[in-house]
């Protein structure tokens, strides 16, 4: 299993190639803040796929596409 950081740099990489990431003060931030941090235990394992997911309040954190 790759580690949160592996995971948070092939996201970061991936959604740069796709032209969503287009400013290095963004793609700085990305590879500093941690997602897991911000969802649920039961959806830490998920936190670096590029989907909403679920977190207090019957509420969504977005996409990181968004």
Do not use: Q, W
Not at 21 to 50: G, N, Q
């Amino acid at each position: 299993m790759k580690s949160s950081e592996e995971e948070r740099k092939r996201l970061v990489e991936t959604l740069e190639k796709r032209g969503y990431i287009r400013s290095k003060e963004v793609k700085e931030a990305m590879l500093k803040v941690k997602r897991e941090d911000f969802v649920p235990e039961e959806y830490k394992k998920d936190a670096y796929l590029d989907t909403p997911l679920p977190i207090p309040g019957n509420v969504t954190i977005s996409a990181p596409h968004s």
